[in-house]
């Protein structure tokens, strides 16, 4: 049960990371804007949205497992009606389900537009903040509660878009190994994907120092607690990830500036920081799995 509900969200989360840098990479970076953001964005973004809709109903199931007691129980009608509508997590999975099925809609519609970009990364940054309130993000006590809610809500939106953005970013330079014409789009995307990606990681830093406080107060907790000892492994992946992009940006990024020849070697980076970000969402379903420190 427990790990249908990590798994389910490990999935999610990566789902909805593609499918909230996807827009934003078109609307802010992509030198040709709505109309053709990354190759092949519109059949790989439906699929997403699919998967995400399914690794929802996968956590869901895992609740209901979890609560019933055995798989049998859980697929009762009684059960589905009481997780759905006499628990939190279940009226605000219903309102995000609502709003995923939305999202795939819109991801069927063939015609892009701005707008269409728009509806997205705010439709789908509103189901991202919404993960809030399953996980640990309402902890906080009197004035730290707000702050943990934005601290939380934060970080869960720039660490989607780093990582949603670098499968875009890494769809454009593999592109632009095959061919001569796709690389000179380099010299725009690149400056602009790192303009950015520079106030996402920072944001993204201040804001898990922010969680961090507030979830493991005694700095003990982090080797004598199960969440802390998981925090730790993302805190490391988080620093390999950082340490990722910044020989990316000032070593291979460079190389490709000067010459559209270091495409492939800042490819294959990239693919790396990809991994280790997934890596990465994966400790943070197990997180929300866990009791943090008292």
């Not at 190994?177 to 400056?191: E, K, S």
């Amino acid at each position: 049960m427990d790990e249908l509900i990590v798994v389910s969200r490990a999935i999610h989360f990566a789902a909805l990371a593609l499918l909230l840098g996807a827009p934003l990479f078109r609307l802010a970076i992509s030198p040709h804007g709505s109309a053709r953001g990354w190759p092949g964005g519109r059949r790989i973004e439906l699929a997403a949205a699919a998967v995400a809709l399914a690794s929802a109903l996968g956590w869901f199931a895992g609740v209901a497992a979890s609560m019933a007691g055995s798989w049998p129980d859980a697929f009762a009608p009684d059960m589905l009606q009481t997780v759905a509508f006499d628990t939190h997590f279940g009226r605000l999975w219903v309102a995000r389900l609502a709003a995923m099925v939305a999202i795939l809609a819109m991801e069927a519609w063939p015609r892009p537009t701005f707008a269409k970009d728009i509806g997205l990364a705010f439709l789908v940054g509103a189901v991202a903040v919404s993960l809030v309130g399953t996980g640990h993000g309402m902890a906080g006590e009197g004035t730290l509660g707000p702050v943990h809610v934005i601290a939380d809500m934060s970080h869960l939106l720039c660490a989607m878009g780093w990582i949603g953005g670098l499968f875009c970013l890494g769809e454009v330079l593999h592109r632009a190994t095959r061919d001569d014409a796709a690389g000179q789009d380099l010299w725009r995307v690149l400056p602009r994907f790192s303009r950015i990606g520079y106030w996402l990681v920072a944001a993204l830093l201040i804001s898990g120092c922010v969680n961090a406080l507030i979830l493991v107060p005694r700095p003990d907790s982090l080797l004598t607690s199960a969440y802390g000892r998981v925090l730790l492994i993302k805190l490391g992946l988080v620093a390999i990830m950082v340490a990722v992009a910044i020989y990316n940006r000032v070593v291979l990024t460079a190389q490709v500036m000067a010459s559209t020849n270091g495409a492939r070697a800042l490819w294959r980076s990239v693919l790396v920081e990809q991994g280790v970000g997934l890596a990465v969402l994966a400790t943070v379903a197990l997180l929300g799995t866990i009791h943090p420190v008292p």
